[in-house]
């Protein structure tokens, strides 16, 4: 009797591939280290994984992903108005001179967010100093420049305004950046703000996720989001906050796509191009994790950049 329930289930599963698993050229991967399990990174660049790019925080590739199918995306994380030179420009001259294919780069994470919270905090005519001097410069070797990527606050807009002012005509960016914690709705509101307020320009979401929720509502968020994303042509590219083990999450343990002991949860396997695992992520026992946006982990990683 249970057996032969079972395989007319088995078959009918597997007439419904599409409705089970999507992939998407679109999607890339939030580089996070991993904290204590180096071999979490293998996972992004098994052969079933579906991601094409990836992006750290930082100038260079990430060692261990060095030899990966992933395309890497330099970012310039932050500016001071302390800094010499141009080691940003130099360091992706010198990947193109040896041969490594730069299509895009990255400029500023959340200029406009304090380092309570990851972000830079760069003034805007620093920023725009920056940018002349850094940036700008690689438009002429046909790399595709993202814009400053603010935060999901109003707050970002003024800053934008302030920097493209700042610029009078010096920064041109291809690329507008979005990111955004809080729900889907939000989200698409803010996305289609910034479509709106810069139509020239392609979307990224290299940062998105909905932190502190159940994990039902958190994979309809990522369920809605993803269809959205592959749905909406000029939102080239996404990449999704959850490349960590949700005992080190600081957006709330179901936001992760790996489990507690490194296993792929149903987001980690659906982003991937996969079905679902059934592997239900874990917080860590007495890990508080009040909402103060991406803030641990990226800090760590934007400090990280700096060293
Ligand atoms: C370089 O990368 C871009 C973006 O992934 C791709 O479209 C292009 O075909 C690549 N070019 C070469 C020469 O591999
Ligand atoms: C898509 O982007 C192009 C510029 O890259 C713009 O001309 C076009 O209006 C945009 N389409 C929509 C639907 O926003
Ligand atoms: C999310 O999508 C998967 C299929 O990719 C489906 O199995 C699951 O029920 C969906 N979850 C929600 C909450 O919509």
Not at 68 to 82: D, H, I, N, Y
Not at 218 to 229: A, C, H, R, V
Request: aromatic share 12%; with cysteine; proline share 6%.
């Amino acid at each position: 009797m249970r057996q032969s329930l079972v395989l007319p289930a088995v078959s009918l599963l597997s007439l419904l591939p599409t409705a089970l698993t999507t992939t998407s050229a679109k999607r890339g991967l939030v580089y996070v280290p991993p904290e204590n399990h180096p071999d979490d990174d293998n996972i992004w660049d098994s052969s079933t994984s579906d991601l094409t790019w990836y992006y750290n925080y930082n100038y260079a590739a990430t060692p261990s992903l060095s030899k990966s199918k992933l395309e890497f995306v330099p970012m310039l994380w932050g500016a001071s108005t302390a800094d010499t030179g141009t080691p940003f420009l130099d360091a992706v001259k010198a990947q193109i001179k040896s041969g490594t294919n730069v299509s895009y780069v990255l400029g500023f994470n959340e200029p406009d967010g304090t380092s309570a919270t990851g972000g830079s905090g760069i003034a805007a005519d620093v920023a725009a100093n920056a940018w002349i001097k850094q940036i700008e410069p690689l438009k002429k070797l046909g790399v595709k420049l993202g814009a400053p990527a603010t935060t999901g606050s109003p707050d970002g807009f003024t800053w934008l305004q302030d920097f493209f002012n700042f610029c009078d005509g010096g920064c041109n960016p291809d690329i507008m950046p979005v990111h955004w914690y809080g729900n889907f709705e939000g989200m698409a509101s803010h996305i289609g703000q910034k479509m709106a307020a810069y139509p020239n320009m392609k979307i990224w979401v290299t940062e998105y996720g909905y932190p502190n929720q159940d994990l039902e509502t958190t994979q309809l968020f990522y369920n809605q989001s993803s269809e959205y994303f592959d749905r909406v042509a000029n939102i080239t590219r996404y990449s999704y906050f959850g490349g960590f083990r949700s005992s080190v999450s600081n957006v709330g343990p179901n936001v992760a796509m790996l489990t507690q002991d490194g296993k792929l949860t149903d987001i980690g396997s659906w982003y991937l191009g996969g079905a679902a695992t059934h592997n239900k992520p874990k917080g860590a026992a007495g890990r508080v994790t009040i909402f103060a946006g991406w803030s641990v982990v990226v800090a760590a990683a934007g400090l990280w950049t700096l060293l």
